[in-house]
């Protein structure tokens, strides 16, 4: 397998004296689905920038398919696609005109550019839109505008900065389906995200980043297997107004009143059972907390600020 | 990119450009076209009859080029500030940042669509003109050099303007601070040779001048500088503003961190 993106040792410092990256290393398979993580300023958003020049990185090396930036920038640039966190495009022309005025800026002749805005503006439920002026689209499709003015050219890596900020769940939904469709098809993807569901239910590799150095780069799977502990959420037949002491356990209680039992990896749930039976609870059902990684996010950036230690 | 693609990647930004300009036309074409009847108008008809001939013409005859000129300035320069400054502000210029299109296509692009509307205003206005007065064409090789030359010029101060700009007020500071003071004492309403000596020396300094008198030389065969001068003005400033802003696009200026 190839390396659809390289970057080592990269570092930005801005003209305020912020040092925003401090020598990064990241490599992203061909055909990987790959997340960068980080809480906000932890330098997700200047990587991006830089991958697509629209930040000019301090030092470092960034090649994309084996093409140095630096070196070949025009034939790196065409192998990516870019969806920005921010709506930017002209508010004042047309749909259809945004998508192919971009295929014109990778030198892709109008009738070719005209025939791939068709099928992404079609593909991503925009077809009926595509005479209106882009402001008068919803959020959600503005966003969706994006997407296929990224795609137009038919990049082999897609790069999206927070894609489904502020859209609906459905929208979302339906966002991840044609994702992982373009995936299937061979489209590297990389994408920043708060939404660490996101990032479990989509990503095969994920990176943390955080005060512009990486904490972690490894794949999904692993990095679950560095929790050292997990939530339930047990569901009781009464409601309590505090959680119940367990022994062996911490448990709480969440907004709407379910108990929130921290199992330790290898501990098992015998015990916390065997004690709600004793103090005549029952169990109507349970769950396990869906944002693992959440969870295993906060606490490597904890563990990066000097506080606490959640992982083995 | 091959050079096919460059070629695509620059007819897509004039085009743009182009299609800016004609969705907005009551605010880019019918001003000046608006403006340049009511100076033939007061100034030409009304006032001039009263001021008589100038360098042996009609007033309205000799103020007919300057008034040209002066609206291919205006336009071009209009042109491309408004729109890289629109584009910078809206975020849009990432478009193109983002793709494989080299610096001197952007540019080159940008200054197309500015010379376009220069270009396509000053015909407006010379068309308006033949309400009022014949135009003869004394050379027709230097009428199109110079307003060629002059909207190639003026798109690249504009161009340079957007690049600084941060805020609405700085695109409107040089073309009301700057341009039109110049325009106004470079010669569109009178001629140099009427001025004390002093002030001929000023007025010897502002380019605008040689542009309006290069341009009135072309149509009347009258000047008060040397044409050929003229001309080699144009280029030498062409040639500066164009690297200047080729700079200025490489280092990111306003539009890179």
């Keep these: 397998m190839t390396e659809a993106l390289t970057i080592k040792n990269l570092r930005k410092t801005y003209d305020g004296g912020f040092e925003a990256l401090k020598g990064i290393d990241l490599n992203v398979q061909s055909g990987d689905f790959f997340a960068l993580l980080g809480p906000n300023g932890a330098g997700k958003s200047t990587t991006l920038g830089v991958l697509t020049s629209l930040i000019n990185k301090s030092s470092g090396y960034v090649a994309v398919h084996g093409v140095d930036m630096d070196r070949d920038p025009a034939r790196a640039k065409t192998y990516l696609g870019f969806v920005?966190?921010?709506?930017n495009f002209n508010q004042?022309?047309?749909?259809?005109?945004?998508?192919?005025?971009?295929?014109?800026?990778?030198?892709?002749?109008?009738?070719?550019?005209?025939?791939?805005?068709?099928?992404?503006?079609?593909?991503?439920?925009?077809?009926?839109?595509?005479?209106?002026?882009?402001?008068?689209?919803?959020?959600?499709?503005?966003?969706?505008?994006?997407?296929?003015?990224?795609?137009?050219?038919?990049p082999r890596v897609l790069i999206l900065d927070e894609p489904t900020a502020g859209v609906d769940i459905e929208l979302r939904r339906s966002m991840w389906t044609f994702l992982e469709q373009l995936n299937r098809e061979g489209i590297t993807i990389i994408l920043t995200t708060h939404y660490l569901e996101e990032a479990e239910a989509l990503c095969r590799n994920i990176a943390i980043i955080d005060q512009g150095r990486i904490l972690k780069n490894t794949s999904k799977k692993s990095l679950l297997r560095q929790l050292s502990l997990e939530t339930f959420v047990l569901d009781l037949d009464r409601d309590l107004t505090q959680a119940p002491e367990l022994e062996g356990y911490h448990c709480r209680l969440d907004e709407e009143g379910a108990l929130l039992l921290e199992v330790q990896k290898g501990q098992g749930l015998n015990g916390a059972f065997r004690q709600l039976d004793r103090a005549g609870l029952n169990i109507t059902s349970m769950r396990t907390q869906a944002n693992r990684l959440e969870e295993l996010f906060l606490r490597l950036v904890e563990d990066n600020n000097g506080q606490g230690s959640g992982l083995q | 990119m091959?050079?096919?693609?460059?070629?695509?990647a620059f007819v897509t930004i004039i085009v743009r450009e182009v299609r800016r300009f004609t969705r907005i036309w009551p605010q880019t074409l019918l001003p000046p076209a608006v403006t340049m009847t009511l100076y033939f108008i007061i100034f030409g008809?009304?006032?001039?009859?009263?001021?008589?001939?100038?360098?042996?013409?009609?007033?309205?005859?000799?103020?007919?080029?300057?008034?040209?000129?002066?609206?291919?300035?205006?336009?071009?320069?209009?042109?491309?500030?408004?729109?890289?400054?629109?584009?910078?502000?809206?975020?849009?210029?990432?478009?193109?940042?983002?793709?494989?299109?080299p610096n001197w296509v952007i540019l080159l692009g940008y200054v197309g669509g500015g010379m376009s509307r220069g270009l396509?205003?000053?015909?407006?206005?010379?068309?308006?003109?033949l309400i009022f007065t014949t135009l003869q064409v004394h050379?027709?090789?230097?009428?199109?050099?110079?307003?060629?030359?002059?909207?190639?010029?003026?798109?690249?101060?504009?161009?340079?303007?957007?690049?600084?700009?941060?805020?609405f007020d700085d695109i409107s500071i040089v073309p009301t601070f700057v341009l039109t003071p110049l325009t106004y004492l470079g010669g569109v309403f009178y001629s140099i040779s009427m001025l004390p000596e002093f002030w001929q020396g000023v007025s010897m300094v502002n380019p605008i001048l040689y542009m309006v008198n290069a341009f009135r030389y072309g149509i009347l065969g009258?000047?008060?500088?040397?044409?050929?001068?003229?001309?080699?003005?144009?280029?030498?400033?062409?040639t500066v503003l164009f690297v200047v802003s080729l700079n200025l696009l490489h280092k990111g200026k306003g539009i890179r961190h």
């Design chain 2, 139 to 167: 050379s027709l090789l230097m009428v199109l050099a110079t307003a060629l030359l002059t909207s190639f010029v003026f798109s690249l101060g504009g161009f340079i303007n957007a690049m600084y700009a941060t805020k």
């Design chain 2, 2 to 8: 091959s050079p096919r693609e460059i070629w695509v």
């Design chain 2, 45 to 101: 008809n009304l006032i001039g009859r009263r001021i008589g001939p100038m360098e042996g013409f009609d007033y309205m005859e000799f103020i007919v080029p300057g008034l040209i000129m002066m609206s291919v300035i205006t336009s071009s320069y209009a042109n491309v500030v408004s729109s890289f400054f629109g584009m910078k502000f809206q975020r849009s210029i990432e478009e193109l940042l983002v793709s494989p299109v």
């Design chain 1, 84 to 87: 920005p966190q921010e709506f």
């Design chain 1, 92 to 154: 004042f022309e047309k749909v259809f005109d945004i998508v192919t005025t971009q295929a014109g800026y990778y030198g892709i002749p109008l009738a070719r550019a005209r025939e791939n805005a068709t099928r992404y503006l079609k593909q991503l439920g925009l077809w009926e839109k595509r005479d209106s002026p882009s402001r008068m689209l919803s959020g959600g499709m503005k966003r969706r505008l994006m997407i296929a003015r990224a795609l137009v050219h038919e």
């Design chain 2, 120 to 129: 396509l205003v000053g015909l407006l206005v010379t068309l308006l003109s």
């Design chain 2, 222 to 238: 009258v000047s008060d500088v040397a044409p050929v001068s003229a001309l080699a003005m144009l280029v030498l400033f062409g």
